[in-house]
């Protein structure tokens, strides 16, 4: 429906003429508006709310000349197909000849598709007013066909579109109202005009009690609404269980839905991305919700499902849908967007699996410049063109980016291409050319799809690509329209204020109010002083979730039109408090062009800030009143308000206006000069006169989507005559409990000559003494906030100089200082050669479950339909991190209607211990080990209900000592009793005999797995024997199966674990998943009902254990050309409280601090310490990355003191062919790291782009780039040796179709899909006749977890096995029924008692490794890989952007090569996360998490990934593996190359500490936070920042890394 924004006055020549037609009767005003709605159906593609004149003309005419015919019939006819469950009524002409419909006219379009439609068809329906339309047959007629949605106020209408190729009238699907073509079609113009009238009528002041808005067309309306209820739990509960919780405080955008809603100030329709888990369920009164599952299905994909998923932009799927609806939104508000647009869009929205670059790639498809690449082009008329060349009329290329036909003699794309022929009615087809051969001709002579198999397949995955048309969008119900304007009739519903009480004892809200008017929400207030005012709930929801806030009585202040007003005068310009950030942010926009930029400096510096102000979904709904008035000391835009001098205005019933200077509004923390019965009204801000310069900063862990560290507004104005300061204002944020101004330094630059240098050191020095924190400050980071307030001075001192042309030395350095430019936008490269030996292994396949993903259709285990009578598990969990359990008191939870029971260690039937070392209880019996661990369950009757049950169970403790950091349980020796050693040569002896000795420590942190679907169960009783079904999300359903039956003291054939998928695991979902399920299982077991858990998120992150943090002291012996000599290591994991897999992860980090390097003589040894954590556990890489990165880490601080690049260390050290690993593994043929090292050292230029990036260094004071070229190889095989097997059962059924079981898991990987590809190829099949359902432990039993990158390799293997003996036992009937189809062939072996199921298994052979001998094969091959990284620095923030990536992946002969790349640049990502972004943080007073969210826990978003990332596959090396067609495992392999990432930037702080006069050596902990970059960079504002050591003592920091 275009923009969805109805007819405005004035600006439509169609509707709004008919309107303003004075000298009409009634009866003929009545009979043309008939007659345009008559004509909107046929034509209803072309949607009246465009606001297009000429289309709108057209139709207009169309009306009149069916007026003056008069005629009662419908007199079109339309030629066709239409579905066969469409209502065909009639078809009196088949002669596709015997009439044309000319539309002739005198305007501007004269296209000849409109002026000769053949029309040979009628089809009618009852349900639907008859069109009359006059044309050269009048005996002919036809109807639109429509098709009434079950429920739906809405109709799908076929509507006729002609094809320019086919010379054919085809039909497409468009949506109508019903409510508006039914209901009220023949509406007199007075009645109609209403709709489009912009006047307000608003309803009586009466208060309703009921909500209505439309959900995916349908209408609803809910009486007394739950106010707790979220959007997201209402869309859910109806079974739209597309919309996922991933986190619940508006962080992951797997909530995201489009809530459209019309706007009565602008006339128009707007549509918003929200996060429907934070979006109170009321405030959807009036709007018009979308969900995934509303744009399209698997069979009829919406364009934007469609090209993520082909295109492999889903891999788990649980944040698929979130993608969607953003990418959705964005289109839906413009349809022809840029590709930054396309970028930013995602701003909301994290993913852990795919490192973005996939969705990225899709979507930009849809971007201005896609038809460079093939697809339909938007016009500014809204409707699809297509693309012609004037030299060429098929000149649109094959879909590729670098297309021939698209390059100029140069090589370069032709940007000045452009369309110079529109054909109006059919959106084309996305126009790909051919995808065999050359697509044209190009100066070099070679095609564009001649050497890289990826690109080739992803052009002929463009070619399937629908057309995107925003014209077939569900329209905006034109009801909601008359809804909003308060001009819906007596019968129907109006919009009210409104008042409704619900809720218990347990409710956070109990009376919610929704004003209408400023003068209502004032009589709202007056009577209820302090009711909490919410308006987007960003932050409320957040409290209530998380701080377990109560607000009686709640005040939605949202709808208020006089709130966000926006209006300017001489002075300056008056924000309505209510506008949303969003809309702010455009308003500002405007403003700053309209006004001039010297003018609007502070509305500019207010932008800035604003762009990475949280991401679009919170930003589509927060309000600036919210941000001013929740007074956060770190607020973003607040100290922007105070330093450009803004004033708010406040009001009340009983003192009118008053104004309020923002230098005076905040009072303390969280406390601000309102009064009560006060309301924020407006904020004013001035504009700039000359001579003034406004900048803001700040500065987050993560770019976008992050809450400030640090964050400021800085404003100066200087006297034009002579160069004094006559004011200025430092506003800053996070430096103290509000927002604070730095007076002394504002004083001491007062009347002085601004650029002189003396002032600059006298202002930095007032402000670093004025804003000096203490260590132990909350929020942690003292050292580097201080750096930051001078950091961010400096930079405005420079910038301001250059602007206002003082010649001083910074101003010099500004185009450093200020980042002007926009980032660069991302782009990807992916390489595969072209040679396929096989029909289906090897190609890049897209995921199987892709397009379910897309839609919304895959389900999780949270999305399974709840049974009759089921219960939800709460958790009780331990506020301690170590202590006695004295008591459990839980009457006043079983108190509380709806709870069934509270179940403690006391209830567990069987064995209440499990693990592989069986030192781990599943609910404590009398000691709890960590804080937030569960000791008890509240059984209840729904999730809200047992969360806030199990809050009231109270808990009587002891407490006893508690360690929580590696380094303290080493310093107390606080560990496991297990050793793993690995020793080889004389150490000693080799550093007698070495020139260097270097002694030293490093140090890695943990890491969240953050997969986007948390832990969740659904335990289902048999009623009989004690069986149990299983539901899990889990990566191990046989651990699974045996914990629940050793828990219930039933034997394991009793319990069915079931995993259909799971919404990513990594490995956190391996051991940890089992301790959940036997929650259910309990709980199950007690009630006899169905049980379930799903955690949130924080529960999640407290629960479950992290990557294990690991701490190592090293000594090393080098030559003075580098050559390693010895090497003792001695590393120290964080284990947490119990064994879980921590000895399996300490033996492949030992087995790893080798990496890719012969060191002749080794001293490895490993311990695993014991904390008070949560048991830490398998992560991707499982050990690998943290043993690999304690040896990078050392060699880096050896380069630095051989004054050697370490590059050159690598390569002098790495392994050859023939060599032998510490343990005892000679490395055959398959080594290829030194191939790929110099392949990629080539390929990328690394001796080139090494000259530059020193010459930018030398060039740059301080903005540095740095460069890393990083090798890996990677063991693959489980280390357990009875581990190493799998197996499969294969069915094929008697109409032909195969069904697949194996025991590997799917959680976003393309396991499944992999072994469909298998199955297909060994039964010599195509891949849709291969079926797999699910993993259940009845089918595959005795499973080993889908893990250690090898469940290809095993499941794999035992498929084919399986396979293998079902094509021979099928050869015979092959061969003899030649010819026939394979159903046929199925069929026959059947009835001839042929056995058509078969098992394989598979056990990886001459495995297994002793640790006390060192003897024994540990790995069955390595997959190996390199990657070379460049980044720049700012190092005066420790910001970063990783400008390129290049990776060289060695994965044997691929199964499926675009999964596989998938792979590489997924753990790529994950691994530049833990590498940099992911801190993970404790408070040391009690041992509570601190980073519970993805508020304050940072992966990776979609502008942190490379902004040129470039993968390719090894081709051509020797391949003699016995692996399933000769492939390698993948998962985990890439992740360690993702901290070539820190490595580069290790490189540029070096680089940046060569100006400092502080020549310490550089020890550099992961990950590389920004304050870490920072305060390594030790220039002089980082030693002013300083402090002194004697401070410290005794002072607990606020946070700690473990």
């Given at each position: 429906?275009?923009d969805?924004?109805g007819i ?5 020549s169609?509707l ?7 000298n ?8 043309k508006n ?6 909107f ?6 949607d009246p709310?465009?606001?297009?004149p000429?289309?709108c003309r057209k139709?207009?005419r169309?009306?009149e ?7 009662d019939e419908?007199t079109?006819t339309?030629d066709g197909?239409?579905p ?6 009639s078809n009196p002409?088949?002669d ?15 296209d000849?598709?409109w002026?000769?439609m053949?029309?040979?068809?009628s089809?009618?329906a009852?349900?639907i ?5 006059q044309?050269?047959a ?5 109807q639109p066909?429509v ?5 739906l ?7 006729p579109?002609?094809?320019?190729d086919t010379?054919?009238?085809l039909?497409s ?8 073509l039914l ?23 009466e208060y ?6 439309y ?12 106010l707790?209820?979220?959007?997201l ?8 269980t597309?919309t996922k919780?991933g ?13 459209s809603?019309f706007?009565?100030?602008?006339d128009k ?8 888990c934070?979006?109170?369920l ?13 744009l ?9 499902q ?9 891999q ?15 289109l839906r ?6 590709e930054?647009?396309i ?6 929205n ?12 899709a979507?930009?498809?849809?971007s201005e ?12 008329d809204?409707?699809a063109h ?6 060429n009329?098929d000149?649109?290329?094959c ?6 036909r698209?390059?100029?003699s140069?090589?370069k ?5 452009r369309?110079?022929?529109?054909t109006l009615p059919e ?12 697509c ?12 890289n198999q990826?690109e080739?397949?992803?052009?002929e ?8 048309d ?10 909601l329209?008359?809804?909003a304007?308060g001009?819906?009739?007596g019968d129907e519903?109006?919009?009210?204020a409104?008042?409704i ?6 409710s ?14 004032l009589?709202?207030?007056?009577a209820?002083?302090d009711?909490k005012?919410v ?8 409290e ?21 007003a ?11 408090a ?11 926009d405007?403003?700053v062009a ?27 709904v927060?309000?600036i009143?919210?941000?001013i ?6 607020s ?11 004033t708010?205005t ?6 009118g206006q008053?104004?309020?200077?923002m230098?005076?509004f905040f009072?303390g ?15 004013h801000v001035?504009?700039?006169p000359?001579?003034?310069?406004v900048?803001a900063?700040k500065?987050?862990?993560r ?14 104005r ?13 506003a800053?944020?996070?430096m ?5 101004l ?10 002085k ?17 004025e ?25 405005f ?7 206002l ?7 010099r350095?500004?185009?450093e ?9 991302s ?13 289906i292994?090897?190609?890049?396949i ?9 839609t919304?259709?895959?389900r999780y ?12 598990v ?9 202590a006695?359990?004295?008591g ?15 179940l403690?260690?006391?209830?567990v039937p069987?064995h ?6 069986k030192d ?6 009398a000691?709890v080990?960590h804080?937030?661990?569960?000791l008890?369950?509240?059984?209840a ?21 508690a360690?929580l ?6 310093e107390k020796?606080s560990w496991?009793p ?5 020793k080889n040569?004389d150490?000693?002896?080799?550093f ?14 943990p ?9 969740g ?6 009623g009989?024997g ?7 999300s ?7 199966q045996?914990v ?33 399920a ?16 799903m955690?949130d998120r924080?529960e ?5 254990g992290?990557r294990h943090?690991?701490?190592g002291r090293w ?12 090497v003792r ?9 119990s064994?879980?897999?921590s ?7 030992v087995?790893h ?6 060191i ?5 040894e490993?311990?695993?310490?014991r904390?008070n ?7 991707r890489?499982f050990?690998?990355c943290q043993g ?5 880490n050392?060699?880096?601080e050896l380069a630095?003191?051989?004054e ?11 392994y050859?062919v ?13 080594w ?10 080539q390929?990328a ?10 010459a930018?260094?030398?060039a740059?004071r301080y ?14 095989s ?13 069915h094929?059924?008697?109409d032909?179709?195969?069904l ?26 195509p891949?849709?006749?291969?079926f ?7 089918t ?13 390799d ?17 050869r ?21 008692r042929?056995?058509l ?6 056990a990886?052979p001459?495995i297994?490794?002793n640790?006390?001998?060192n ?8 997959t190996q890989g390199v990657a ?20 060289i992946m060695?994965?044997?002969?691929s199964?499926?090569?675009a999964i ?5 640049e997924g753990?790529?990502a994950q ?5 940099t972004?992911e801190?993970?943080?404790?408070f ?32 051509g ?8 067609f000769?492939?390698k ?7 360690f ?5 820190f490595?580069a930037?290790?490189?540029?702080v070096l680089?940046?500490?060569k100006?400092?006069a ?12 920004p ?6 960079c030790e ?14 003592l005794g ?8």
């Open positions: 429906d275009g969805n924004s405005s006055d004035g600006q439509s169609g709004a003429e008919h309107e303003e037609d004075q009409s009767t009634s009866a003929e005003a009545s009979a008939a007659a345009y709605w008559k004509i159906l046929f034509f209803g593609h072309l709310t465009e606001k297009n000429r289309i139709l207009e169309l009306a000349k069916e007026f003056s015919e008069k005629s419908t079109v339309s197909t239409v066969d469950d469409w209502d065909i009524v002409a088949n596709a000849n015997s009439s044309k419909l000319v539309l002739n006219d005198d305007d501007d379009m004269g000849s598709e002026n000769n053949p029309l040979s068809r089809f009618s009852a349900d007013p008859k069109i009359t339309i044309d050269m009048p005996n002919s007629a036809v066909v098709k009434l949605e079950d429920e106020e809405v109709a799908r209408v076929m509507v579109k002609y094809s320019g010379k054919e009238l039909f699907e468009t949506w109508a109202d019903i409510s508006l209901t009220h079609p023949f509406r007199n113009l007075t009645e109609t005009s209403q709709i489009y009238d912009s006047d307000i009528t608003m309803a009586s002041d309703g009690r009921s909500i209505l808005f959900l995916n067309g349908k209408r609803v309306l809910v009486e007394q609404p739950d707790d209820m979220t959007l739990q209402y869309v859910r509960s109806t079974g739209l597309g919780l986190c619940g405080e508006g962080g992951c955008g797997a909530c995201t839905v489009m809530v809603r706007d009565v100030e602008q329709v707007v549509h918003a991305s929200v996060n429907a934070l979006c109170p009321y405030s959807i009164d009036g709007k018009h919700v979308i969900t995934v599952e509303g399209g299905n698997t069979t009829n994909p919406h364009p934007v469609q090209r993520i998923a082909l295109l492999h932009g889903s788990c799927g649980f944040c698929t849908p979130g993608f969607v609806m953003s990418l959705y939104t964005l508000n413009n349809p022809n967007p840029t930054r647009e970028e930013e869009c995602f701003d909301g994290l993913c852990r699996c795919t490192g973005y670059r996939p969705i990225l790639d979507a930009k498809t849809f410049l896609a038809w460079k690449r093939g697809a339909a082009v938007i016009g500014e809204g409707t297509v693309i012609r060349d004037n030299d009329s000149d649109s290329g879909g590729l980016q670098d297309c021939c698209l390059q100029k140069n090589g794309v032709n940007s000045d291409v369309a110079s022929e529109f959106p084309a087809a996305p126009r790909t050319g051919t995808i065999d051969g050359c044209g001709k190009t100066t070099s002579g070679s095609c564009c799809k001649s050497q990826a080739v397949e992803k052009a995955v463009i070619g399937q690509f629908k057309a995107y925003p014209t077939q969008e569900l329209i905006f119900p034109p009801f329209i008359r809804y304007k001009n819906t009739s519903p109006q919009l009210r409104l008042e009480s619900s809720g218990d004892g347990t956070w809200c109990r009376t919610l109010y929704r004003p209408l008017t400023l003068d209502g929400l009589k709202v207030v007056e209820h002083p009711a005012l308006a987007g709930n960003s932050e409320v929801g957040v209530v979730k998380f701080k377990r806030a109560k607000f009686s009585v709640q005040v939605y202040v949202n709808d208020i039109p006089e709130m966000r926006v209006h300017s005068d001489a002075d300056g310009v008056t924000f309505g209510n506008i949303t950030l969003a809309q702010f942010g455009s308003a500002l405007a403003l309209e006004h001039g930029e010297q003018r609007t400096q502070s509305l500019a510096a207010l932008r800035e800030n604003l762009r990475y102000f949280a991401g679009n979904q919170i930003r589509n927060a309000t009143a919210g941000n008035a929740t007074a956060s000391p770190i973003d835009l607040n100290p922007v308000f105070m330093a450009s001098g803004a708010v406040l009001v009340s019933r009983a003192h008053r104004k309020v200077p230098c005076e009072l923390y969280r406390r601000t000069a309102m009064q009560r019965s006060e309301v924020l009204l407006s904020v001035p504009f700039n000359e001579g003034e310069v900048r900063f500065q987050a862990k770019k976008d989507d992050d809450i400030a560290i640090v964050t400021c507004g800085l404003r100066v200087v006297d034009a005559a002579t160069g004094a300061v006559r004011d200025s204002a430092f800053y944020g996070g103290a409990p509000t927002t604070v730095a007076k002394a330094a504002m004083s001491s630059v007062d009347g000559q601004w650029g002189e240098r003396t002032v600059l050191d006298t202002m930095l020095a007032a402000c670093q003494n804003l000096r924190l203490d260590y132990g400050v909350p929020g942690g980071m003292a050292e580097y906030r201080a750096a930051l307030t001078t950091s961010f001075l400096f930079k001192w420079a910038v301001s100089c250059r602007q042309q003082i010649g001083c030395v910074e101003a350095l500004a185009h200082l200020e980042d002007d430019e926009e980032r660069q936008l782009r990807g490269k992916q390489e595969y050669a072209s040679v396929v030996d096989r029909a292994v090897g190609k890049g897209t995921h199987l479950s892709a397009l379910k993903q897309v919304g259709e895959a285990v949270d999305d399974m339909p709840a049974l009759q009578g089921e219960l939800y709460g958790l009780v969990m331990s506020e301690r991190a170590h006695r359990i004295l459990i008191d839980s009457q006043k939870a079983l108190e509380l209607p709806g709870v069934h029971r509270v403690t260690a006391n209830d069987g209440n211990v499990w693990n592989i070392f781990e209880e599943i609910l404590p019996s000691v080990h804080m937030g661990q569960p008890a369950l509240v059984v009757d729904t999730q809200r209900l047992a969360q806030e049950a199990a809050r009231m169970v109270r808990v009587e403790y002891e407490d006893l000592p360690v950091t590696v380094r303290d349980a080493v020796e496991f297990e050793v793993r050693q690995l040569g150490v000693e002896t080799a007698a005999q070495a020139d260097c000795v270097l002694e030293g420590e490093s140090y890695c942190a890491q969240e797995h953050f997969y986007l679907e948390p832990f169960s659904i335990a289902v009783p048999k009989e004690g069986e149990f079904d299983i539901y899990a889990t990566q191990n359903p046989t651990e699974t045996m629940c039956a050793e828990l219930l003291g039933v034997p394991a054939s009793r319990i069915v674990c079931h995993v259909k998928r799971m919404g990513g695991g990594f490995g956190g979902k391996e051991s940890r998943s089992a301790l959940i036997a929650y259910t299982a309990l709980a199950a077991y007690h009630t006899n009902r169905s049980v379930r858990i955690l924080d999640d992150m407290q629960i479950t992290q943090p690991f701490y000594k090393v012996g080098a030559t003075r050309d580098g050559r390693l000599l010895g290591m001695r590393i120290y994991s964080n284990g947490g409280f064994h879980d897999l000895i399996g992860v300490l033996e492949r980090a087995s601090l080798d990496n890719c390097y012969r002749p003589a080794t001293d490895f490993g311990r695993v310490c904390t954590t949560q048991s830490n556990t398998a992560f890489s050990g690998g690999m990165l304690m040896l990078e050392m060699l880096c630095d003191r051989l050697l690049p370490v590059e050159l260390l690598r390569e002098r050290n790495m050859r023939g060599d032998v690993t510490p343990f005892s593994q000679p490395l055959d043929t398959d290829n790291v030194p191939r790929m090292w110099a392949q990629l050292k390929k230029n690394f001796d080139a782009r090494r000259a530059e990036v020193d930018f260094n030398a740059s903005r540095k780039r740095g460069l890393a070229l990083l090798p890996t190889k990677f063991g693959i489980f280390g357990a040796k009875h581990l190493n097997q799998g197996m499969a059962l294969v094929v059924y008697m032909g179709s195969v697949v079981a194996h025991g590997g898991t799917e959680m976003g990987q393309g396991l499944h899909t992999k072994m469909a590809m298998v199955a297909a190829e060994t039964l010599e099949l891949l849709d006749a291969i797999i359902s699910e993993t259940a432990t009845n595959a039993a005795n499973t080993s977890p889908t893990a250690a990158s090898a469940s290809s095993l499941n794999g293997y035992a498929v084919y096995n399986a396979c293998r003996v079902l094509a021979d036992r099928l015979p009937y092959r061969e003899s029924m030649q010819g026939e189809s394979f159903a046929k062939i199925a069929h026959t072996a059947y009835f001839d042929c056995n199921t078969a098992a394989g298994h598979y990886t001459d297994g490794f640790w006390q001998t003897e024994g094969l540990l790995y069955f091959y390595f070379m990284a460049e980044v720049e620095l700012d190092a005066l923030t420790g910001a970063h952007t990783t400008r390129r990536v290049d990776i060695d994965v044997g002969k199964l499926n090569k596989d790349i998938g792979q590489i753990a790529f691994g530049q996360g833990w590498s972004t801190e993970f943080l404790y040391p007073r009690n041992g509570r998490l601190f980073t519970q969210g993805p508020g304050n826990y940072k992966i990776p978003s979609a502008m942190d990934i490379p902004r040129d990332f470039r993968v390719e596959l090894l081709e090396a020797p391949n003699a593996l016995k692996t399933i000769s492939s495992g993948i998962g985990e392999p890439p992740l190359l993702g901290s070539s990432v490595f930037l290790r490189d540029a680089a940046a500490r100006h400092s502080h020549q310490s050596p550089l020890h550099f902990e992961l990950p590389a936070t304050e870490i970059l920072r305060l390594a220039d002089e504002l980082v030693e002013l920042s300083r402090i002194p050591h004697e401070q410290k002072v607990m920091p606020f946070v700690v890394r473990i």
